[in-house]
């Protein structure tokens, strides 16, 4: 599994961004898609994550802000970011999870996101 993540960049405080991520390989239909962030000095969380059946899950920090969705075919997830603050500058990867026997984790190449204030 290959994932590209894009849609990166550079927004003032209180902006909007759209990152798109395509997967492509052998996916499992029950995978679940999400997003990820790690900020200079910080651990990788959580964003937001949308499982095959469609059932959303945000961090606090994020919930009521970005939007996650998955299209028809399930092998590209988007974030809809809006009202982006300085705290949401991080690098955002993409992830694809399976769980079947073991879980295995996917990761795409992480695209920069930067709120200026």
């Known amino acids: 599994v290959q994932l590209q993540a894009s849609g990166g960049g550079l927004v003032q405080d209180g902006g909007s961004l759209r990152l798109s991520c395509a997967a492509s390989?052998?996916?499992?239909?029950?995978?679940?898609m999400g997003w990820y962030r790690q900020a200079p000095g910080k651990h990788r969380e959580l964003v937001a994550n949308?499982?095959?059946?469609?059932?959303?899950v945000y961090s606090d920090a994020v919930k009521g802000r970005f939007t996650i969705s998955r299209d028809g075919a399930q092998n590209t997830v988007y974030l809809q970011m809006n009202s982006l603050k300085p705290e949401d500058t991080a690098v955002y990867y993409c992830?694809?999870?399976?769980?079947?026997?073991?879980?295995?984790?996917?990761w795409g190449q992480g695209t920069l996101v930067t709120v200026s204030s």
């Open positions: 390989g052998s996916i499992f239909s029950g995978s679940s």
């Open positions: 992830n694809v999870r399976e769980v079947r026997v073991a879980v295995i984790d996917y």
């Open positions: 949308v499982t095959s059946s469609g059932t959303t």
